[in-house]
């Protein structure tokens, strides 16, 4: 079992190997691009993905060691994502699946960010519970086997990185924000100020009150002293991440409670984040929860947890048809 991996959802271009159950390659292309724009331009993003396609799966090929002709299935993400760049990587996928008679396994983005943890040992014991936190997706999801998950709380607006790279950007940092303020509130004090936490109901978030919060917050501080963010830029981090990290947790000690599951993991851009690793390692730790943290490398896009989530549908003979299109909304 060779499976050839592509990811191209957003604006890193992935492709990745597995064989004989395990990661043999993980290549990503960045697309520097956005910068100067502060985010994603999508037409942007998916040009760049046929500019670097080929050249990343050439190179994770050749890094695992094996020819096309050695693979044995080609997997792509099919959703949820950019429209643009969904449609490079399954064209892609699905000519060269063409062109080699082999089978094609089509991913769902965020189930394979979950399975990302089946790639290093130690991995979880089922049934575990994952906090999916990226830039377009907070959800809390009951895993109770590789291809059977169900979401039990999720945003009502907003993602938790869309919140991070928002207050960013108010704050005038560039993009990407979020692992800036991450930087930053290292050195400053978590509670040095306060923000108000949306109270939703059952296990479902909302992060559109506290982006709000923030933006006049740091308007009305900025009027009475305009160096009030260059003079406390280390604390106003530290106290979004503070507040932002106290908001998932509080819905993922209260999805425990309700489940009785001590299993714990957290997957997605975010999980990249230090002080949610941090947190979440001294809560388990006070709680008796065992606690999973995927690698970095596993927590923003990339194709190895693609190769990964391809690995369970492959066993389980799992394929699509080459009708198969991108759905952008696609659900967990």
């Not at 198969?324 to 967990?332: D, G, N």
């Amino acid at each position: 079992m060779n499976i050839l991996a592509i990811e191209s959802s957003c604006d890193e271009t992935s492709a990745a190997v597995l064989a004989n159950g395990l990661i043999q390659s993980n290549v990503i292309a960045t697309q520097l691009i956005h910068e100067q724009y502060g985010g994603v331009v999508p037409e942007l993003a998916s040009r760049a993905h046929q500019q670097h396609i080929l050249p990343v799966v050439e190179r994770a090929l050749a890094d695992a060691n094996l020819s096309k002709n050695d693979v044995s299935a080609i997997a792509f993400t099919r959703g949820p994502g950019l429209l643009g760049s969904l449609l490079v990587g399954a064209s892609f996928a699905k000519a060269l699946a063409l062109g080699l008679n082999v089978p094609l396994i089509e991913i769902n983005h965020m189930q394979a960010h979950v399975l990302a943890h089946f790639i290093e040992s130690p991995t979880p014991v089922f049934p575990f519970m994952c906090l999916t936190v990226s830039g377009g997706h907070t959800q809390i999801v009951r895993v109770d086997g590789p291809l059977d998950m169900t979401v039990i709380g999720q945003t009502m607006d907003d993602a938790v990185g869309e919140a991070f790279d928002k207050s960013a950007k108010l704050l005038g940092l560039p993009y990407p924000g979020g692992p800036l303020i991450d930087k930053y509130a290292k050195e400053g004090n978590a509670l040095a100020f306060k923000f108000p936490m949306s109270e939703m109901p059952n296990l479902d978030f909302s992060f559109s009150g506290i982006k709000t919060a923030i933006m006049y917050f740091l308007r009305d501080n900025s009027r009475a002293n305009p160096d009030f963010i260059a003079q406390n830029l280390p604390d106003i981090c530290a106290s979004i991440q503070h507040t932002l990290i106290q908001m998932l947790l509080i819905k993922l000690k209260k999805a425990a409670r309700e489940t009785g599951i001590r299993e714990m993991a957290i997957a997605g851009g975010v999980s990249a984040n230090s002080g949610l690793r941090t947190t979440l390692t001294q809560l388990g730790n006070e709680l008796g929860w065992n606690v999973y943290i995927p690698r970095f490398e596993y927590c923003t896009d990339n194709a190895a947890m693609i190769a990964m989530a391809a690995k369970f549908k492959y066993e389980q003979g799992d394929f699509t048809a080459q009708t198969v299109s991108p759905l952008p909304r696609m659900s967990m």
